[in-house]
DNA sequence: ATGGCTACTCCTAGTAGA
């Protein structure tokens, strides 16, 4: 069984105490991190590795940035889109884990509707799906998870009449992340529980947690033949409690 | 629910996140 988790830490370093004791005891064999936030000649690398994980990095200071750390050997490891610049925001990692193709992304989150950023977001999700379509097959094994910033289906939505038409939930943001379901990715958490409520992500503010006001915008994309070999995926929203917590929590899918 | 928080920075105020 082989257990791969992604989480949107939110600072390495500011949740490197949470980050560690979760590593302790959930023990995942790769865990994908978004929003690092660090260069990588700062990255906590000795922290993680004395729990025996291996670190490959691509983060830059402030925003974003994406690590793997793995208790397997990982291969190929790919930074970045391959029409990035050199400057270009540090928003993806891949590698190959067991015959896996993992790829995990930070999805810009666009900021506000109208924006240039929120063409950035969409043209985002468009040069991944090419990235996708030119480098792999979807009859090959092949995870694609991270933070999408976009909540799939009103079922992803605390109350998706008030999110519906916002960031994070509106329909341009929906039809960026279709040609992903159409390449032939399936959404694990989804196929598994189809009737769960439940989210990823709480904002930090107004006691959204406690009220239940979620959304779920980390996802495990699988291609079939790896879904067909995904037993569970779950979501640890104990993770989101407690003293200085991320505003994601951990999802974990188990894999035979 | 238009922000009541958090984390960042040539740091104590402004920017961005989601």
């Known amino acids: 069984m082989l257990k791969i988790a992604t989480w ?3 600072s390495v370093r500011a949740r490197l105490p949470r980050l560690e004791a979760w590593l302790g005891h959930e023990r995942p064999d790769l865990l994908c991190m978004q929003e690092s936030k660090v260069t990588d000649e700062l ?21 974003n940035g994406v690590a793997l750390a793995a208790r397997k050997p990982v291969s190929d490891i790919v930074r970045g889109l391959p029409d990035d610049s050199p400057d270009a925001e540090r928003r993806l990692i891949s590698a190959t884990l067991e015959g896996i193709r993992i790829v995990n992304v930070y999805v810009p989150n666009g900021t506000a509707l109208g924006t240039p950023r929120f063409t950035f977001k969409l043209e985002w999700f468009a040069r991944l799906r090419e990235m996708l379509a030119a480098t792999a097959s979807p009859d090959d094994p092949l995870l694609l998870c991270g933070d999408f910033n976009v909540a799939p289906e009103d ?3 605390h109350d998706p009449e008030k999110w519906r038409g916002r960031l994070l939930f509106h329909p341009a943001e929906h039809a960026a992340l279709r040609p992903l ?23 930090y503010r107004a006691g959204a947690f406690h009220r239940g006001w979620g959304l779920r915008i980390d996802l495990m994309l699988m ?22 917590p991320s505003d994601h929590a951990p999802v974990i899918a188990e894999i035979d």
Not at 51 to 63: N, S
Not at 182 to 201: K, M, S, V
Not at 224 to 241: M, Q, Y
Request: hydrophobic residues 40%; glycine residues 6%; proline residues 4%.
């Open 43 to 63: 990255f906590p690398r000795e922290t993680l590795e004395a729990l025996g994980y291996r670190l490959d990095v691509f983060g830059q200071k402030t925003y």
């Open 223 to 244: 291609t079939p033949s790896l879904a067909a070999r995904c037993r569970e995926v779950r979501i640890d929203r104990e993770a989101r409690k407690g003293e200085k």
């Open 8 to 10: 949107n830490v939110n």
């Open 155 to 157: 079922r992803d939505v």
């Open 181 to 203: 379901f159409e390449w032939g990715l399936i959404d694990a958490f989804r196929a598994l529980h189809p009737e769960a409520r439940q989210f990823t992500w709480w904002d």
